[in-house]
C-alpha cells in the first residue's frame, strides 16, 4: 500500500463544520494529515511561517470573518512558492456565476456544502482521489477543475 | 595498528542514499528511516534503473515489482491515449493485458490495490485530461474531439466530461479563456 500522506490544510471559522470535515478525513482510505486554522488572516500566516510543510491541497471556506475565501484565494495566487496547492473552495452558494468565477480566480475544486455528514464524506474522498491521482500520476494541475 | 569505530548505522546509511539519489540528479526528500519521497515522475524502466544501482549497496525500494507494473499500467494507458492518434479499436482490457503479458483480472486488481482508483476510473481521467488539452488549444471541435476520442457521440462525451469535472465542456472552455485574458491583463 502506499505510504504517503496527504497534507490537508482546512481553513473555516464554523467549529461544527470544522470538526463534521475532521471526522470525515478520518474516515477516509488515504491517509491525510489535517491542520486546521480559524480564518483567513490566520492561514494567510500560517502558510507564510518558514519552514512548515505547505499542503498538498487546501480547504478554503468563502465566508470567513478578518479575510474572506476569496481575498486568500487572490493572494495565494499571486505568491509562485504556492503554486502546487490544490484549492478547494466550498461555499453555500450553488450559483453559476459564483462557481465560475472563483475558477477563473484560479480556485481548482469547488464544493456546494452538503447538509449531510455522508454526502460530505462522499465529496471529500472524490476530492482527495482525484487530487492523489493529480499528485501520483502528474496530471496538469493548471486544467485540473472539479464542481461538486 | 588496530582502531576501534563505532558507527551511527542510520546516519551512514542515510548519507550513502544521499550521495547516490544526488548523483541521479533526483528531486527527492528523505522523510524517515526508510522512506524516501521522490518529487519526480519516474517512468518504471528509470525506477527499474535506480533500483538496480542501489542494489550495489544492499539498497532496495521496497515492492518494487508491484510498483513498477502499476507504473507499466499508468504508462500503457497514458500511451495510449495521448500518443497514439486514435485510441485501439479493440478492447482496452484486451491491450493492455496484451501489452503488459497479464491478465486483466490480475492488472486491474493490482491497480486498485495501489492507486484508490479502478482502472475504468484512471482511463476516464486521462480521457478527460486528454479532452482538456484538445479543448485548451483551441483547434478542434467538441464533435472532433468526441471522436478523436472514441465516443460514440458528442453527448457521450459531454456526460462524461460533466460527470468528471462538474462542468459542461463549453463551461470548461470558458473559464480557461477568461483566466488566460485574466493573466494578459495584469
Known amino acids: 500500500m502506499q505510504s504517503e ?3 490537508v490544510l482546512l481553513a473555516d471559522d464554523d467549529v461544527d463544520d470544522r470538526l463534521f470535515f475532521k471526522e470525515a478525513f478520518e474516515e477516509i482510505k488515504i491517509k491525510t494529515n489535517v491542520q486546521i486554522v480559524k480564518d483567513g488572516v490566520e492561514l494567510m500566516d500560517y502558510l507564510k511561517k518558514p519552514g512548515i510543510k505547505l499542503p498538498h491541497i487546501l480547504f478554503l471556506d468563502l465566508n470567513m470573518p478578518r479575510k474572506s475565501g476569496m481575498e486568500c484565494l487572490k493572494e495565494i495566487k499571486e505568491i509562485d512558492q504556492f503554486k502546487d496547492i490544490a484549492i478547494v473552495i466550498y461555499s453555500t452558494s450553488a450559483s453559476e456565476q459564483d462557481i465560475e468565477q472563483t475558477f477563473v480566480k484560479g480556485a481548482n475544486v469547488y464544493i456546494k456544502k452538503p447538509n449531510d455528514f455522508a454526502t460530505l464524506k462522499k465529496i471529500l474522498t472524490e476530492v482527495i482521489t482525484i487530487n492523489w491521482q493529480y499528485h501520483t500520476s502528474g496530471l496538469d494541475r493548471s486544467t485540473f477543475l472539479l464542481s461538486l | 595498528m ?3 569505530i563505532k558507527y551511527d548505522i542510520n546516519k551512514a546509511c542515510k548519507k550513502l542514499l544521499e550521495e547516490q539519489l544526488d548523483k541521479m540528479e533526483l528531486n527527492y526528500a528523505i522523510l524517515g528511516f526508510g522512506e524516501v519521497e521522490i518529487k519526480d515522475n519516474l517512468s518504471a524502466e528509470r525506477l527499474k534503473v ?3 544501482d542501489l542494489g550495489d549497496y544492499g539498497i532496495e525500494i521496497l515492492e518494487t515489482q508491484k510498483n513498477i507494473l502499476v507504473q507499466k499500467i499508468k504508462d500503457a494507458i497514458i500511451e495510449m491515449i495521448f500518443m497514439e492518434d486514435s485510441l485501439p479499436s479493440s478492447k ?4 493492455l ?7 486483466y483480472g ?7 490495490e495501489y492507486t484508490y482508483t479502478s482502472i475504468e476510473n484512471f482511463i476516464i481521467l486521462q480521457k478527460i485530461e486528454r479532452a482538456k488539452q484538445l479543448i485548451t488549444t483551441n483547434e478542434l471541435t467538441f464533435t472532433e474531439i468526441a471522436w478523436k476520442l472514441n465516443y460514440s457521440s458528442v453527448a457521450h462525451f459531454s456526460t462524461q466530461f460533466k460527470n468528471a469535472t462538474g462542468l459542461t465542456p463549453s463551461a470548461f472552455q470558458r473559464i480557461i479563456n477568461k ?6 491583463e495584469e
Do not use: C, P, V
Not at chain 2, 482496452?92 to 491491450?95: G, L
Not at chain 2, 483566466?179 to 494578459?184: H, L
Open chain 2, 106 to 112: 490480475y492488472i486491474s486488481n493490482l491497480f486498485s
Open chain 1, 5 to 7: 500522506q496527504i497534507y
Open chain 2, 179 to 184: 483566466r488566460r485574458t485574466a493573466t494578459i
Open chain 2, 50 to 52: 535506480i533500483n538496480n
Open chain 2, 97 to 103: 493485458s496484451e501489452k503488459l503479458g497479464y491478465s
Open chain 2, 2 to 4: 588496530k582502531l576501534f
Open chain 2, 92 to 95: 482496452i482490457s484486451f491491450y
